[in-house]
């Protein structure tokens, strides 16, 4: 089995699977077993076509699939919120649920179609270099709400081929982009490195006084 359908046994039998968190005959909800952020789960549709079509196509004229996803894609948020919860104790859901981005990747490294639901700290030892980062940080990342199938018009067609972020076609662009602090939005240009010791302050910043050990924190953990 090649990496790019390394979801396809978890589709095909979750049962036992590490990090599975839920599934049902719809979905599977994972921990993504490479987080880039302190919370990084994933939303993966067990539909038996659906799970092979590009995720910026895949809701195309569709709104009941669409809907059928979002709900998994709710619990999912939920599931983060309350783990979460569990690690703070002196924060309420409000702290977290405006904190959390939700969308897939105009370029998937995976094949099976997937959805993202992860915190927007981009704080994890997993973020190793400048593409992982801009993956998440830049329009490379569609928001879930915007695959929403709505109707045409003849003026806009816009979203008839999910043009958002400029898609696939602009994907490698974005992915070499300047980095920028998805907090405060400071250019370190390139610098990698200089983006991550400013990331670390935002996120004492942002999880400090929550009540949690931040020095014992591990993604998904």
Not at 9 to 23: A, N, R, T
Request: aromatic letters at 12%; proline letters at 7%.
């Amino acid at each position: 089995m090649s990496f790019r359908t390394a979801f396809q046994p978890i589709i095909d039998k979750p049962e036992g699977k590490p990090g599975v968190l839920f599934y049902d005959d719809n979905a599977v909800i994972i921990e993504d077993k490479y987080p880039k952020s302190l919370r990084h789960y994933l939303v993966i549709p067990r539909h038996a076509t659906k799970t092979h079509d590009h995720p910026l196509v895949a809701f195309d004229d569709d709104s009941e699939f669409y809907t059928l996803t979002k709900k998994y894609v709710d619990k999912c948020i939920d599931l983060v919120v309350s783990s979460l919860l569990r690690q703070f104790p002196d924060a309420t859901p409000d702290t977290f649920r405006p904190f959390i981005q939700v969308g897939v990747h105009s370029q998937p490294s995976l094949s099976n179609l997937h959805i993202h639901v992860m915190t927007r700290d981009m704080w994890s030892p997993a973020m190793k270099h400048k593409k992982h980062y801009n993956s998440f940080a830049t329009p490379f990342f569609v928001p879930f709400a915007r695959l929403e199938p709505r109707e045409s018009t003849d003026d806009s067609d816009d979203d008839n081929d999910n043009n958002v972020g400029g898609g696939a076609a602009n994907a490698d662009a974005w992915l070499k982009t300047g980095l920028r602090c998805c907090y405060c939005g400071t250019d370190f240009k390139n610098s990698f490195v200089g983006l991550k010791k400013h990331l670390d302050k935002e996120f004492r910043r942002k999880y400090g006084g929550l009540g949690g050990d931040l020095d014992d924190l591990r993604p998904n953990q």
